[in-house]
T-cell receptor, first 116, second 115 residues
Framework: GAVVSQHPSWVICKSGTSVKIECRSLDFQATTMFWYRQFPKQSLMLMATSNEGSKATYEQGVEKDKFLINHASLTLSTLTVTSAHPEDSSFYIC????????????FGPGTRLTVL | AQSVTQLGSHVSVSEGALVLLRCNYSSSVPPYLFWYVQYPNQGLQLLLKYTSAATLVKGINGFEAEFKKSETSFHLTKPSAHMSDAAEYFCAVSEAAGGYQKVTFGIGTKLQVIP
């Protein structure tokens, strides 16, 4: 099946710094990728939809200036958490449909962010 | 708006016993339904999906789920639990949105398998 990777797998940073998380589709092109956040013992919540060549679409309540998304190519989307604070500590997961409009998404392994 | 309700945030079964994880959905259009499994500190792996074909869907690792429109349910079952089945399971529903499928997840059910 299709493979989606994320880098880094975990990161610890100081409060006030910015952190960039990469999501790559390894053996297929993804014009659309999704970013989710998962707090401990909770479900995945969709944060935003990343679109190659255009602006990301953010879900209600997600600050676009805090969570910067760049979909620079058909295989790479990045999520930058700017001026991170301890409440941003979470598990961030990306996903991508192998084919546009299809129902099956492939999920990355996730990135554990801890903000001190 | 679509939604998913998973009944029971924690389920414990003995090894070899039947696994039943419950999921009810709400959708204004015929739904696509999924079950995903998540192992600690890992992403999600698709177990199975329903996309308006056969109502009984077979997935990986011996799991299956039955779509029941009259009950708006999509419960996940496995005849005999294995220790390796211990994980968190998410039911999800998707709907088309602007050319892609927007997925809504349930809160998850943590399955514990007792030896």
């Amino acid at each position: 099946g299709a493979v989606v990777s994320q880098h880094p797998s975990w990161v610890i940073c100081k409060s006030g710094t910015s952190v960039k998380i990469e999501c790559r589709s390894l053996d297929f092109q993804a014009t659309t990728m999704f970013w989710y956040r998962q707090f401990p013992k909770q479900s995945l919540m969709l944060m935003a939809t990343s679109n190659e060549g255009s602006k990301a679409t953010y879900e209600q309540g997600v600050e676009k200036d805090k969570f910067l998304i760049n979909h620079a190519s058909l295989t790479l989307s990045t999520l930058t958490v700017t001026s991170a604070h301890p409440e941003d500590s979470s598990f961030y997961i990306c996903s991508a449909p192998q084919l546009a409009g299809t129902d099956t998404q492939y999920f990355g392994p996730g990135t554990r962010l801890t903000v001190l | 708006a679509q939604s998913v309700t998973q009944l029971g945030s924690h389920v414990s079964v003995s090894e070899g016993a039947l696994v039943l994880l419950r999921c009810n959905y709400s959708s204004s259009v015929p739904p696509y339904l999924f079950w995903y499994v998540q192992y600690p500190n890992q992403g999600l792996q698709l177990l199975l999906k329903y996309t308006s074909a056969a109502t009984l869907v077979k997935g990986i690792n011996g799991f299956e789920a039955e779509f029941k429109k009259s009950e708006t349910s999509f419960h996940l079952t496995k005849p005999s639990a294995h220790m390796s089945d211990a994980a968190e399971y998410f039911c999800a529903v998707s709907e088309a949105a602007g050319g892609y499928q927007k997925v809504t997840f349930g809160i998850g059910t943590k399955l514990q398998v007792i030896p």
